[in-house]
């Protein structure tokens, strides 16, 4: 009897890390992306949750329109959805507070916009674009007044097969695409989102300036980079004259500095480089991003446009932790189709937690 029991604890015991090591494998971290095709987007960050975007045709002439349609990682997740209709030209009156979605002339019923400028769309209606958007079908929202806004299935379903193969639904009862008949035990968890502790940085000291003038300085840090990345910190193009950008020098601790210059210039985007510096020498500079556009209290961060008319963007923050500047952001506003100027939507690759 007691060697019973034993064998029941050990298959317990064994049960147990078993489950443990499965559960850990479900749920490793994985990089997140970005994928888009013909007038969809697809953005899916580290914690597995997925965002896709479609917009109006990019062939016609159709009134700026979006939906952004979200998936969290894990089994039993449902498909939620928002509406947003473009805002940037006022000649076409005042936005409706109501809309009717119709599939192929069918209708759905109203989506309701009240005074807000993104309305959330019923599950019904969501489920009815998931059918719609996989097939040729025609999709509109028409206000009272009979403006229509007409959103375009082309790209869908490659971006759909894209979402459900990063979370794992392929073959299983509630994929997208490509469903069969495997349960969703499989699938891939929720990770929790990293979490970051910001540290607090330094006051500035009187002698740090000083330091933005070392050519020794200057040196170790075109060492780290090239000209393509860096132009202007070895002379700049030839629309510069050739003078090289200053350094600015910023206290981190005790004795570490953070290094900043012009690195290149483009059409409507420009970068600064980022340094992480010993004060004294060697000062070993250790290169955070040549993508920058501010710093502030221990935050880097890059906001640069995707055009110039500024509808959408890509943004990056990096946040010091005490030791090294650590990406704690990434994403992207959706495709240029002018919805919205500074971007429609908030598509995320990277996300953590950050503690201060």
Same mark, same amino acid.
């Given at each position: 009897?007691?060697?019973?029991?034993?064998?029941?604890?050990?298959?317990?015991?064994?049960?147990?890390?078993?489950? =443990?090591?499965?559960?850990?494998?479900?749920?490793?971290?994985?990089?997140?992306?970005?994928?888009?095709?013909?007038?969809?987007?697809?953005?899916?960050?580290? =914690?597995?949750?997925?965002?896709?975007?479609?917009?109006?045709?990019? %062939?016609?002439?159709?009134?700026?329109?979006?939906?952004? @349609?979200?998936?969290?990682?894990?089994?039993?997740?449902?498909?939620?959805?928002? /509406? =947003?209709?473009?805002?940037?030209?006022?000649?076409?009156? %005042?936005?409706?507070?109501? /809309?009717?979605?119709?599939?192929?002339?069918?209708?759905?019923?109203? =989506?309701?916009?009240?005074?807000? %400028?993104? &309305?959330?769309?019923?599950?019904?209606?969501?489920?009815?674009?998931?059918?719609?958007?996989?097939?040729?079908?025609?999709?509109?929202?028409?206000?009272?007044?009979?403006?229509?806004?007409? @959103?375009?299935?082309?790209?869908?379903?490659?971006?759909?097969?894209?979402?459900?193969?990063? !979370?794992?639904?392929?073959?299983?009862?509630?994929?997208?695409?490509?469903?069969?008949?495997?349960?969703?035990?499989?699938?891939?968890?929720?990770?929790?989102?990293?979490?970051?502790?910001?540290?607090?940085?330094?006051? &500035?000291?009187?002698?740090?300036?000083? @330091?933005?003038?070392? *050519? *020794?300085?200057?040196?170790?840090?075109?060492?780290?980079?090239?000209? %393509?990345?860096? &132009? !202007?910190?070895?002379?700049?193009? *030839?629309?510069? !004259?050739?003078?090289?950008?200053?350094?600015? #020098?910023?206290?981190?601790?005790?004795?570490?500095?953070?290094?900043?210059?012009?690195?290149?210039?483009?059409?409507?985007?420009?970068?600064?480089?980022?340094?992480?510096?010993?004060?004294?020498?060697?000062?070993?500079?250790?290169?955070?991003?040549?993508?920058?556009?501010?710093?502030?209290?221990?935050?880097?961060?890059?906001?640069?446009?995707?055009?110039?008319?500024?509808?959408?963007?890509?943004? *990056?923050?990096?946040?010091?932790?005490?030791? !090294?500047?650590?990406?704690?952001?990434?994403?992207?506003?959706?495709?240029?189709?002018? #919805?919205? @100027?500074?971007? &429609?939507?908030?598509?995320?690759?990277?996300?953590?937690?950050?503690?201060?």
């Amino acid at each position: 009897m007691e060697e019973v029991t034993k064998l029941n604890k050990l298959i317990g015991f064994a049960y147990f890390w078993l489950v =443990t090591a499965l559960f850990s494998v479900s749920a490793a971290p994985r990089p997140g992306f970005e994928f888009s095709h013909h007038d969809w987007i697809l953005a899916c960050d580290n =914690t597995g949750t997925c965002r896709a975007a479609g917009y109006q045709s990019e %062939e016609g002439d159709g009134r700026p329109v979006s939906v952004l @349609l979200v998936r969290k990682a894990g089994p039993h997740q449902a498909v939620t959805g928002e /509406l =947003t209709l473009g805002n940037t030209e006022t000649e076409d009156g %005042e936005m409706p507070t109501s /809309l009717v979605l119709r599939i192929d002339g069918r209708s759905l019923g109203r =989506t309701n916009f009240g005074r807000a %400028e993104v &309305a959330n769309l019923p599950r019904h209606q969501v489920d009815g674009l998931l059918s719609a958007l996989v097939r040729k079908s025609q999709v509109e929202w028409s206000a009272d007044d009979g403006r229509r806004w007409m @959103l375009s299935g082309k790209g869908a379903a490659a971006v759909f097969l894209k979402m459900d193969e990063f !979370q794992e639904r392929l073959g299983t009862e509630m994929a997208l695409l490509r469903k069969g008949a495997r349960g969703e035990e499989s699938v891939s968890l929720p990770v929790p989102a990293p979490v970051v502790r910001a540290a607090k940085v330094r006051s &500035a000291q009187e002698m740090d300036r000083e @330091l933005a003038g070392s *050519e *020794e300085l200057r040196e170790s840090i075109r060492a780290t980079v090239d000209q %393509e990345t860096c &132009a !202007q910190l070895f002379g700049g193009y *030839e629309r510069s !004259q050739s003078v090289q950008s200053e350094l600015s #020098v910023q206290r981190l601790t005790r004795d570490k500095m953070l290094v900043s210059t012009n690195c290149w210039l483009a059409a409507y985007n420009g970068g600064l480089g980022y340094w992480v510096i010993n004060e004294r020498p060697p000062h070993s500079p250790v290169l955070v991003t040549t993508n920058g556009t501010d710093y502030d209290d221990g935050v880097i961060s890059s906001a640069q446009k995707g055009r110039g008319l500024g509808d959408c963007w890509s943004h *990056e923050d990096w946040t010091w932790d005490g030791q !090294q500047f650590v990406e704690t952001s990434a994403y992207g506003t959706g495709l240029c189709r002018m #919805v919205a @100027l500074g971007g &429609a939507w908030v598509m995320p690759t990277l996300v953590t937690e950050v503690l201060r």
